[in-house]
Every structure is written in C-alpha cells, then in structure tokens.
C-alpha cells in the first residue's frame, strides 16, 4: 500500500471499507463513465460506497506523514466532506521550469440544520 | 484526477499567438518565445524597458472545483534602477518596450479569474467546477530600468512566478 500522499483523503464505512485517493490513483472504482471518470472526493461527496459498505464513519486527509480524522458518526445524513488543496505552480523566467508544489490543505465538513443555518467546521492545515 | 497545468506566452498582435511549455522566457529587446535574451538583451545604456510579457496558466484534467486564484512573483527589485512592474490583465496589447503603466508586480498575490478563452483574455469568473480547460488571466510583466541602473545588459538573478490556488 502506498504512502498516502500529503493532501490526499481517505474515507472508511461501516463495515470497515476504506476508500484511499493515493492507493487508487485519484480514479474512483465507482466510474460508470470511463470517458469521463469520478475522482476519489467525488465519489465520497456523492455516497457511492455507501450502499455496499454502509455509512461513512470517517474523513481523513494527510500532510506531511501525519493523518487527520473527522469522525463522522453522529454527523447528520446531509454532512459534506471539505478538502481545499492549496496549490501553487511556479516559473522559473530563466529556465522556463515549473515546480509544482502545495502549502497545505483545508479540510472538514459542512450541513445545513434542521433551522436553515449553515454549519461547519474547517481546519486549516500547513 | 487533478488538475494539471502548464504556462503559456503570448507574443504578437494583441499578443494573442500562443505558445506553451517553452523553455525562453526571460525578459528582453524582442517580442517572442525562442531568442534567448543575450542575443537581444534590453539596452540599459538608454534605460529602456522590456517588451511586454504576457503569461498565464492552463488547467486541464478533472477537477471539483478551482478557486481563489492569485499570481505574484518572489521579488520585484532585482537590483538598484531595475523594477518588475505587472498586473492581471483580460486582453492582450501588442508587446512593446513603451512603459506599460502596471505598478510594481505584487509579491503577495494579485487576483485573477478563469476563463475557457486563450491567454485568459475575458473577464472570466473566480471559480470553476467544469473539469476538461481553463485559463487563468495573463498576467502582463515588464522589466523597466530607470536613470538610476548603473548595469549594462547581461543576468539578473533569476526570478519566479507563481499562480497560487485551491482546489477540491
């Protein structure tokens, strides 16, 4: 199993199933259309997994060989996964090189309850 | 399943002729993508200015969303009588050395938004969430000298820029 890379997510069910971006490359298993195929997140935010393996019961994301969870038991059904990468792509003007590179990532979760306000909770990780 | 970028110039009329990926992107005495600038370095002698740079980032691949997008560079004052001016521009003028008139290029981040339209010469918008193209709005740069540079034509320490943004 490959390291999880640093901003990457993983998401575990019910029945112990995990969903992990880096060990699946980003293409989502769940694809029902190869020309234009689901990313990992995408088919978290959407539940695919969940009517094999149940509820999801945590959200994580990595940065820098550490993992950070949502647990999400006791989230309400409407709960959405946040996960913001902060990307950067640099130019060298003398050589022409790019660097691709991150500064971190933000990640949680957000609903509306049951009065119409909007809830969440967003860690911003460097 | 993420994104994927590469930069692109725009040289020419309305510095609308793109080229991507190219290797010569110094500041110079010439409007294009391949001279390499010691054979047309800027005349310091006469503080003139480069011509015009114009810059910007494509995205292809699959995204969820793209937003919060900013361009800097990692410094603006390369040396004494010498100034990196710029700005986040949604159409192209044909590159020349005539002063643009852009302030000092932010070192912190200027905003810019996304457009389907090449060199993001459009207004745009500040966030995608079609996957498949987009572009980020050129970024136009000059290097100026003023009455004050004492140097003749040759290296500056090599400078950066940077398009910063997030992504789900």
């Known amino acids: ?126 | 399943m993420a994104s994927t970028q590469t930069w692109s110039e725009g040289n020419g009329a309305t510095a609308a002729t793109v080229t991507t990926s190219r290797a010569e992107c110094n500041w110079k005495n010439i409007d294009d993508s391949t001279t390499a600038y010691t054979s047309s370095p800027i005349n310091s002698t006469t503080n003139s200015n480069s011509f015009t740079k114009y810059q910007s980032l494509y995205f292809a691949g699959t995204w969820n969303s793209i937003s919060v997008v900013t361009l800097f560079i990692d410094n603006n004052a390369p040396a004494t009588g010498l100034s990196i001016v710029g700005s986040v521009v949604t159409s192209g003028t044909t590159p020349s050395t005539t002063a643009s008139g852009d302030s000092a290029l932010s070192t912190t981040g200027l905003a810019a938004n996304l457009t389907t339209t090449a060199m993001g010469y459009a207004a745009g918008s500040s966030s995608s969430t079609a996957s498949g193209a987009i572009n980020v709005n050129a970024l136009r740069t000059q290097l100026q000298t003023t009455s004050s540079y004492a140097g003749g034509p040759g290296n500056i320490t090599s400078r950066t820029i940077t398009c910063a943004w997030t992504e789900s």
């Not at chain 1, 992990?20 to 694809?31: A, F, K, Q, V, W």
């Not at chain 1, 695919?48 to 949502?70: C, I, L, N, Q, T």
Request: hydrophobic share 30%.
């Open chain 1, 1 to 126: 199993m490959s390291l999880p890379l640093d901003t990457s997510c993983q998401a575990e069910y019910e029945d112990g199933f995990i969903l992990d971006e880096t060990e699946l490359n980003d293409y989502s298993p769940y694809t029902t259309d190869p020309e234009h195929p689901d990313n990992i997140l995408r088919s978290i935010l959407k539940k695919h997994p969940e009517a094999e393996h149940g509820k999801m019961v945590r959200f994580s994301v990595f940065w820098k060989d550490k993992k950070y969870d949502v647990d999400w038991v006791g989230l309400p059904d409407n709960a959405r996964p946040i996960r913001f990468r902060h990307n950067r792509s640099t130019r060298d003007l003398d050589t022409g090189e790019i660097y691709f590179w991150q500064a971190g990532v933000d990640f949680g979760y957000q609903y509306t309850d049951e009065s119409g306000k909007n809830v969440q909770e967003i860690q911003e990780i460097r």
